[in-house]
């Protein structure tokens, strides 16, 4: 395992539940990757954004669980440490969630929060 690859692993996780969910949606799709980056903006400061990605950056963070794949850039990933990706499924609905323990506020529907 490359030194990169464990500072990823540390850094941020995948539960079992995005693993499966992110394996269903992209069976198929060989090499693709869910990344996952904060923008500014939302209610409370910063937002995720998903996207289904191809291609890797050299300086890209990589984490894996049972084959699945989350790409992070080195500025998202700062903000991300400890941070793990889940998939719920509630009677709210379905989506992935981020529980990041850097976050200090969030907005009422969760989509943006602040540091």
Not at 16 to 30: D, F, M, P, Q, S
């Amino acid at each position: 395992m490359s030194e990169a690859h464990s500072r990823v692993t540390e850094a941020m996780s995948i539960s079992a539940t995005a693993a499966r969910r992110l394996n269903a949606i992209l069976k198929g799709e060989a090499g693709a990757a869910l990344r996952i980056s904060v923008k500014g903006g939302g209610c409370s400061g910063f937002q995720y954004a998903f996207d289904i990605e191809r291609t890797r950056a050299e300086d890209d963070f990589v984490a894996t669980r049972d084959g699945a794949t989350v790409l992070v850039d080195p500025v998202s990933l700062e903000m991300m440490k400890g941070a793990e990706l889940d998939f719920v499924d509630d009677l709210m609905g379905q989506s992935f969630q981020i529980r990041n323990p850097n976050a200090v506020a969030s907005c009422g529907c969760g989509v943006s929060f602040a540091v």
